[in-house]
């Protein structure tokens, strides 16, 4: 099993993991064997940062995970979605499959979309956006970002895009503008960077 990820998602955190004072729908989720979400957060060894997704954006729980609690672990790129859906997040992650299969990169769902279609429980909505991960660990051209967004904003919903550098995430939306500084989220915080790909360079 390789290290876990920011946005993989991991089964086998028992509910004794939590906190004495976590919430009573953080402890069903766990004792309902729903997976947790890998956080982009530094650790001591032995542990990974996770979060915990409950009914709406009211349930969310940070906690920490013991490596070797893992029984199962799924990455993004493992996810797709090909079948009929009668919401828009749906639809269009399977209309931009091929344009994101032909730029050869390692790409997957994220967020309600990568939840739902790992466990099959229901929480993409009429209103949802689809959250993307595209693994770049070479540089994108800021140019090809554009061209890449402008596919993208044809799709039934907004889509948003995090580009995994070896250095953090940053949103292809902000890479793809014209601005000096896009913000990087690394594992240290948020930094405002020139380039996302290189050191991390000062905390926004």
């Known amino acids: 099993m390789s290290a876990p990820r920011p946005h993989d998602l991991l089964w086998g955190m028992p509910a004794s993991g939590l906190p004495a004072d976590a919430p009573q729908w953080a402890r069903e989720v766990l004792a309902s064997g729903r997976p947790v979400v890998v ?37 993004p790129e493992a996810l797709r979605w090909q079948t009929q859906s009668p919401w828009p997040a749906l639809r269009a992650l399977a209309s931009v499959a091929p344009v994101l299969n032909a730029s050869g990169l390692a790409w997957g769902p994220t967020g309600g979309a990568g939840y739902q279609i790992a466990t099959g429980i229901e929480v993409v909505h009429a209103d949802s956006d689809l959250d993307l991960l595209l693994r770049t660990p070479q540089p994108l051209a800021r140019a090809q970002a554009r061209e890449l967004l402008d596919i993208l904003d044809c799709a039934p919903c907004r889509i948003d895009v995090q580009l995994e550098t070896p250095a953090g995430a940053v949103a292809l939306r902000e890479w793809a503008s014209f601005a000096r500084r896009v913000l990087l989220k690394s594992p240290h915080g948020a930094l405002l960077v020139s380039d996302p790909w290189t050191t991390l360079e000062r905390a926004a």
């Not at 409950?54 to 990455?75: N, S």
């Open 39 to 75: 956080r982009r957060a530094t650790c001591e060894q032995g542990w990974v940062a996770v979060g915990l997704r409950g009914q709406g954006r009211a349930q969310r729980l940070g906690a920490l995970m013991r490596l070797a609690d893992i029984q199962r672990q799924q990455g």
